[in-house]
């Protein structure tokens, strides 16, 4: 996680520190410079990340936020999947939209390193997704985790079996 950081840093020179260890780091690795993509005269111009390397550590930081938020884990009959933007499914817009709305900000260590957002989400009498006042009732978790001030994550832990519909 912090080598996508150092090397996604846009010149801020705060963070320079972090993309020379992320270099140095991805370097120096046996498979580093087949991660390396390069255009036709051989400069480097990106870095590829595995999505499913990333994965694990946006969620066992959703189940840490929860934990604070809450006081106390996430209950084993939740599941939980960090948003995949490349499927276009809209659901991640309706999910930051949702927390939008019912939502604040919080952070965790320094605000510019990481912050985030999490609400309790129920079915309604009419079935649609609102604000669940407590985890007893709470059918799904939406949490928008951001590193950095720049890249956002979308993590949804909810009822194992559950068939969604709409978040209003």
Request: charged share 30%; hydrophobic share 35%; proline share 1%.
């Given at each position: 996680?912090?080598d996508?950081?150092?090397v996604?840093?846009?010149?801020?020179?705060k963070?320079?520190?972090i993309?020379?260890?992320?270099?140095?780091?991805i370097?120096s690795?046996?498979?580093?410079?087949?991660?390396l993509?390069?255009?036709e005269?051989?400069?480097?111009i990106?870095?590829?990340?595995?999505?499913?390397?990333?994965?694990p550590?946006?969620?066992?930081?959703?189940?840490?936020?929860?934990?604070k938020?809450?006081?106390?884990?996430?209950?084993?009959?939740?599941?939980?999947n960090?948003?995949d933007?490349?499927l276009?499914?809209?659901?991640?817009?309706?999910?930051?939209?949702?927390l939008?709305?019912?939502?604040?900000?919080?952070?965790?260590g320094?605000?510019?390193?990481?912050?985030?957002?999490?609400?309790l989400?129920?079915?309604?009498?009419s079935?649609?997704?609102?604000?669940a006042?407590?985890?007893?009732?709470?059918?799904m978790?939406l949490?928008?985790?951001?590193?950095h001030?720049?890249?956002?994550?979308?993590?949804?832990?909810?009822?194992?079996?559950?068939?969604?519909?709409?978040?209003?």
């Amino acid at each position: 996680m912090r080598d996508f950081i150092g090397v996604a840093n846009e010149n801020d020179a705060k963070q320079e520190s972090i993309t020379k260890n992320a270099v140095k780091n991805i370097l120096s690795k046996s498979d580093g410079n087949k991660r390396l993509r390069k255009d036709e005269n051989g400069k480097v111009i990106g870095v590829e990340f595995d999505y499913n390397k990333l994965q694990p550590s946006h969620i066992k930081n959703f189940k840490g936020v929860y934990y604070k938020t809450y006081g106390k884990r996430l209950a084993d009959s939740f599941e939980v999947n960090v948003v995949d933007i490349d499927l276009k499914s809209g659901f991640e817009e309706q999910a930051n939209k949702f927390l939008d709305k019912n939502s604040n900000w919080k952070h965790s260590g320094h605000e510019d390193i990481f912050k985030y957002r999490i609400e309790l989400v129920k079915a309604d009498a009419s079935g649609e997704l609102v604000k669940a006042n407590n985890s007893n009732e709470a059918i799904m978790v939406l949490c928008q985790l951001v590193y950095h001030q720049n890249y956002a994550i979308t993590v949804i832990g909810s009822k194992k079996n559950l068939k969604t519909r709409k978040i209003n």
